[in-house]
């Protein structure tokens, strides 16, 4: 049950570090991920029932999903749409774009072998996941790190956190936010289509509730690992999504019925957002009461000289 | 207009809110020309239109009729990010001049960085940091060794001295300070009025410095201007300029 979450965590993952892109290093609340997420499936198992291979099936639909991001990102830059609503409208359209590429509502994959049935049939499925969870897992982190590292990752860093101050350094804000919007639901996509590979099957409905999954994830994630450096907080993307499917795995053990989970997600996500803020004003409170205890004491001591 | 003019602003417009109550026309027919080697002090009152005459030679505002070249060149549509090649800007408010969640290095790197943005190479740099470390370490403030403290964990007068130094780094063609001491405290304002002016001297930059206070604005620079009504209203240079006084400048205000 435990293998199970943490396979399903790592497929999910992408979604995680796609949701971080835009609303961590952006500072976005993206909501294109909803349609998005599908838009990665419906590609990539489309592809694969007529005959495309699992790897190009899956370099399209990472693709296609960067094609959804630049566009909310031309609406947000470009028509100057507020970035909520420039993600919806892409959401809201790629409903109809998801039904057109796969021409019915559930898609299924039948006998085409994915990137998990690839591997060697010695391996049973969950490890046949974790294997390629972990292994695209590295290649995306170590891409997106060496990214974040050069003079554009930098760019599109300080543009998420000051844009003014990007703007008057020379930095053309609005290509940036393009490219984290294309790069951010690329990830999102790609995250679409190892679930739809893994289910066997894609589905109109899979993208509902996914920005609240990738949020929950974000912030379960930077619970657990508080570092700055962009290689760990990338790392903790993955922790996150894998915490919280175990989560789901849990919950659904005992007992909690898959119609619930949506409510059980929202629910997670709230606590989550709430927690760390009550953490950090008790911290702060200890914290002062330990200075305030300390200039007491202090006090007395200079009193008693 | 001379080979030695930096920026040429000629019969600029700005009118907010065109065609409604509201209307204010905030730059009437604005004509400035700025040479190299000038440091210019702007004063007038509140809703003159010192703030919409600095933001239109920054991009942050587009002029709605007239025209702006800096060296040359016609700004006049130029977005922001156009004109930084020859422009930079240090900001009324420290948290605008600098990225909080970015380290003082990476502040810096952004600066000096300003052409080539579009760029996968890596932006860490053993001799741009060594060159920054000598840059900071010139100011004595001790900011050589937080190269890696987050820019939000300085102090506003540091964060405003990082924002000057990322605007002066690359030497730019004019150098825009928005009221840039206003939001400091007394003794710091002074010291950073003081250190921007060492390094303008230092470079020999053209400046272009709005001010609300009066003894900067007369010790500081060869010319003063003031705006009132969205014009100019006096524009003063040279000796001229070094003989006035406080009272002559609150008489103006007066008239």
Known sequence: MIITGIAQGLIWAFLAIGVFITFRILDIPDLTAEGSFPLGAAVTIKLMVDGQSAVVATIVGFLAGCIAGIITGLLDTKLHVPSLLAGILTMTGLYSINMHVMGRANLPLGMQKTLMTMLPDSLDSNAQTIVVGVLIAIVVIALLWVFFQTKMGLAVRATGNNSMMSAANGIKTDRMVILGYAVSNGCIALSGSLVAQNNGFSDIGMGIGTIVIGLASVLIGQIFIRSRGMLWQLIAMVLGAVVYRLLLTIAMNVGVSPDDLKILSTIVLIIVIVVPMIQGKINEKRQLNKYLAGLDSGEKETINE | ?255
Do not use: C
């Not at chain 2, 600066?111 to 080539?116: G, Q, Y």
């Not at chain 2, 001491?181 to 710091?188: G, I, Q, Y």
């Open chain 2, 1 to 255: 207009m001379n080979n030695n003019s930096v920026l040429n602003m000629d019969g600029v417009q700005k009118v907010f809110f065109p065609g409604t109550a509201n209307q204010r026309h905030i730059l009437k027919n604005i004509n400035l020309n700025i040479n190299q080697g000038d440091f210019i002090s702007v004063i007038g009152n509140n809703g003159a239109g010192k703030s919409t005459l600095l933001n239109t030679v920054a991009g942050t505002l587009i002029a709605d009729a007239g025209t702006i070249e800096i060296a040359g060149n016609d700004i006049t549509k130029k977005p922001v990010a156009g004109r930084s090649k020859w422009i930079s800007r240090v900001f009324q408010d420290p948290k605008l001049g600098t990225a909080g969640d970015l380290t003082v290095e990476q502040n810096l790197s952004i600066a000096i960085n300003r052409k080539r943005h579009f760029n996968l190479t890596w932006f860490k740099s053993k001799s741009e940091r060594n060159h920054f470390k000598e840059v900071l370490a010139k100011l004595d403030m001790g900011l050589e060794n937080r190269l890696d403290t987050q820019a939000k964990y300085l102090s506003g007068g540091q964060r405003q001295v990082l924002s000057l130094i990322m605007a002066t780094l690359s030497k730019p063609n004019l150098l825009l300070l928005d009221e840039h001491t206003a939001a400091l405290d007394p003794k710091t304002s002074e010291a950073v009025m003081k250190l921007t002016n060492q390094i303008i001297k230092e470079n020999n930059l053209t400046v272009l410095m709005i001010t609300h206070k009066m003894e900067d604005a007369l010790k500081y620079g060869n010319r003063l201007l003031m705006l009132q009504d969205g014009e100019i209203k006096v524009n003063v240079s040279g000796d001229e300029k070094q003989q006035l006084e406080e009272s002559d400048l609150m008489e103006m205000f007066e008239s």
